[in-house]
């Protein structure tokens, strides 16, 4: 007897990976796009990667994956396993997703267009600084951001060293850098947008801080949530925007480049509502 059409279907894979990666709520947002635009073939799972592992995995995929969306800490390390590089992602210094092409993997940054697009949705059309904290992959999309929102940047980091090593991006994206050493990260409040991009707890000493002046509040951590930052900044009446916000956004563009199809917003943005 031969196969039903069932059997005989191929799925199309794609997955996150990352370390931790345990407690991704990228293959909820996906494959929940997957299944309202009808694409019953494809399946999206979550892969626990390092970056000394990275290469050799990608390097093992076979033809059946189609996409890779990539978190800490294999953003950087990503372009040197791409065949080709998206020269906003080259500038920037870092990829968040790996697209396979008939030439082999695409590198590609949508964290950047996905941070502007949850700024946008808190009324953040332009602005003319904002504060970011961290100096890893997700803050140079920040600095990506600010650059598409017109504004100079204040960085924050642990290691005065990050600051010199964001320099290049800046000035590839023509964005003024600053710095502003870690033991003076209670001025960050003054900025009129702060973009927190530091692991969960670095900067739970901004619950303390003084947030009278109601910036909008962008902290990219979404497990835990709120973090101490966000819940001080809200009490105060700040606007926030949370990880999950970014999580979708990047999501939704990586789904297009993944499929090529048209993503459905409103269900994936529904996958998050749990969280």
């Not at 964001?166 to 003076?184: G, R």
């Not at 956004?249 to 199809?261: K, R």
């Amino acid at each position: 007897m031969g196969a039903g059409p069932e059997e005989r279907r191929q799925v199309v894979r794609a997955a996150v990976l990352g370390q931790p990666v345990s407690h991704s709520r990228s293959p909820a947002i996906h494959n929940a796009g997957y299944a309202a635009a009808g694409l019953r073939d494809w399946s999206y799972t979550a892969i626990e990667c390092g970056t000394d592992e990275l290469a050799g995995l990608v390097a093992g995929l076979g033809t059946d994956w189609a996409g890779l969306s990539l978190t800490m800490p294999l953003k950087e390390v990503a372009l040197t396993v791409a065949a080709m590089v998206d020269p906003f992602a080259a500038a920037i210094g870092a990829a968040n997703t790996l697209v396979r092409r008939a030439y082999g993997w695409h590198a590609y940054n949508t964290d950047a267009p996905g941070m502007v697009r949850a700024l946008l949705e808190a009324g953040v059309a332009r602005t003319p600084a904002l504060a970011v904290l961290g100096g890893g992959g997700t803050a140079r999309a920040a600095i990506a951001a600010a650059a598409a929102l017109s504004a100079d940047v204040t960085l924050y980091t642990r290691r005065p060293e990050a600051y010199e090593e964001l320099l290049p991006v800046a000035a590839a994206l023509d964005v003024d850098l600053a710095h502003a050493p870690w033991d003076s990260l209670a001025g960050c409040t003054a900025f009129p947008v702060v973009i927190s991009t530091v692991p969960k707890g670095a900067a739970d000493s901004l619950a303390v801080a003084d947030w009278s002046g109601r910036p909008v509040v962008f902290d990219a951590i979404y497990e835990p949530w709120p973090t101490p930052l966000a819940a001080a900044a809200q009490a105060a009446g700040c606007a926030i925007v949370s990880g999950l916000d970014l999580l979708l956004w990047q999501a939704v563009d990586q789904f297009e480049l993944f499929t090529e199809v048209k993503a459905p917003v409103d269900a994936m943005r529904a996958a998050l509502r749990p969280a």
